[in-house]
């Protein structure tokens, strides 16, 4: 039992590149989303799925996508990458919604 | 809205010293109420919870009492070790909601 997987662990990124932060849980668990953890900020809740085939947004969508083709895996997408988007991205999930959430390791994310 | 609001850190303590991190929370109707740490290089790991008025979240030493007349959830521990070291961030997941709402984080350090 892995837990809450993610991938890549490090990433720089030039200004306009696209790239997909993977994550995924062996738990069976419905419920996943994503955070950015910035300095001074806490994590703020990016997009967020239910079960597969069902996401919505959460506080700071914006330059951000996400699927849910499968319970196990919710990767999330930047089209085009800014210096904004520079943090650290967490992938979190959980059997229901108003249960214990899981977190994974995350992933450092620099925008050039 | 809901809000998390947590003493600023960084705090630094003396091994076996006590420790308290204020936490007070502004949300509509009947929140239910977490300490997260985090670990130097690692996710989140959620430390207790509590989901209703007066009720005590305990675990690993750390206790926080849900104190709706004063709507706070302060943590404490009564002799911290250097192994505590870590960011802590309390939350709060609005009733009826399944998001969490996290305040900035207050770090910690602990010396031997």
């Known amino acids: 039992n892995a837990g809450v997987t993610q991938t890549p662990k490090f990433q720089v990124l030039k200004t306009g590149q696209s790239m997909t932060l993977q994550c995924a849980q062996d738990m069976n668990h419905e419920y996943m989303s994503w955070y950015r953890q910035d300095p001074g900020m806490g994590l703020r809740l990016i997009h967020y799925s239910v079960g597969a085939g069902i996401t919505d947004q959460g506080e700071v969508p914006n330059g951000y996508n996400v699927s849910r083709s499968t319970t196990e895996d919710f990767p999330l997408r930047l089209l085009s990458a800014a210096p904004s988007q520079t943090s650290v991205y967490f992938c979190a999930s959980s059997y229901s919604q108003r249960e214990t959430q899981y977190f994974g390791p995350g992933t450092r994310l620099l925008v050039l | 809205g809901d809000s998390v609001t947590q003493m600023e850190g960084p705090v630094t303590l003396s091994e076996e010293a006590f420790l308290t991190i204020n936490c007070t929370y502004t949300?509509?109707?009947?929140?239910?109420l977490f300490w997260y740490v985090q670990y130097p290089g690692e996710g989140l790991q959620l430390l207790l919870k509590a989901t209703k008025a007066d009720d005590k979240g305990s675990n690993k030493g750390f206790e926080a009492t849900y104190r709706k007349e004063t709507t706070s959830f302060h943590l404490e521990k009564g002799s911290v070790q250097v192994s505590d070291s870590a960011v802590y961030f309390c939350?709060?997941?609005?009733?009826?909601?399944?998001?969490?709402?996290f305040g900035k984080g207050t770090k910690l350090t602990v010396n031997p």
């Open positions: 949300a509509t109707g009947y929140p239910s």
């Open positions: 939350a709060l997941r609005p009733g009826g909601s399944e998001k969490l709402v």
